[in-house]
């Protein structure tokens, strides 16, 4: 079984400042991670992937998140928030030995960024 | 290439009625899932199909839900008898084969 457990599920930084939202992951397999982001009233937008390449994983807006085997983490962050990253976040797993490569969801960190 | 689509995007529904949700994955396609997301948690796998099976269903609730994704035409997630728990956004996602899920907007229901 896998599981995902985002620690703070508000997180509210200023504009400029350091973005950082956790993940921690839960596999007795090898995992897949991914973070999406989903603002309201809409669909999730990928962010970023992890499916065992580069630890260090670069995705869009500026945003990247670090595999860390050891720590069963991959945190999400980013070096200077925009008031257009206020939004949802979620880190979900899956696994190739999962053959239906369905997702599990952590349950979702929600980012406000002050003026 | 157009994304995911599902609609309605907002559905309203008695209790006791039925909800009928429609997916049209993205061209090219063959697997699609579906997620339900409660108010203030995280999405929760239901169901994973490919065309005119269902490949895994452990995420359903036993009762008054069912999927299909036939040969032609859209996905459809079909709840009966509603009852305001089912007040949600359910999301699907399609994917081509072992890829990358791309999600739809959703579709959210409220139960009066």
């Known amino acids: 079984a896998q599981s995902v457990t985002q620690l703070g599920s508000h997180v509210s930084v200023s504009e400029g400042a350091l973005v950082l939202l956790r993940c921690n992951y839960s596999?007795?397999?090898?995992?897949?991670l991914f973070w999406y982001v989903q603002y309201p009233n809409q669909g999730l937008q990928l962010l970023l992937k992890?499916?065992?390449?580069?630890?260090l994983v670069k995705g869009i807006n500026g945003f990247e998140a670090e595999f860390k085997k050891s720590e069963t983490s991959f945190h999400l962050t980013k070096p200077s928030a925009h008031m257009s990253d206020a939004a949802e976040y979620f880190c979900?797993?899956?696994?190739?030995?999962?053959?239906?490569?369905?997702?599990?969801f952590g349950g979702g960190t929600r980012l406000m960024v002050k003026p | 290439n157009a994304g995911v689509m599902q609609n309605p995007r907002h559905l309203v529904r008695r209790r006791g009625q039925e909800a009928r949700l429609r997916c049209s994955p993205m061209k090219g396609h063959s697997h699609v899932y579906w997620y339900r997301q409660l108010p203030e948690e995280g999405l929760k796998f239901m169901v994973y199909l490919q065309k005119e099976n269902i490949i895994d269903e452990s995420g359903m609730p036993k009762e008054r839900f069912s999927a299909e994704f036939p040969k032609e035409g859209p996905s459809i997630l079909r709840i009966q008898q509603v009852v305001r728990g089912d007040s949600a956004a359910y999301f699907c996602?399609?994917?081509?084969?072992?890829?990358?899920?791309?999600f739809g907007p959703g579709t959210r229901l409220t139960v009066l």
């Open positions: 979900a797993v899956t696994s190739r030995v999962n053959a239906g490569n369905m997702l599990t």
């Open positions: 992890y499916t065992s390449a580069a630890t």
């Open positions: 596999s007795s397999v090898p995992p897949y």
């Open positions: 996602a399609s994917a081509p084969f072992r890829d990358e899920q791309f």
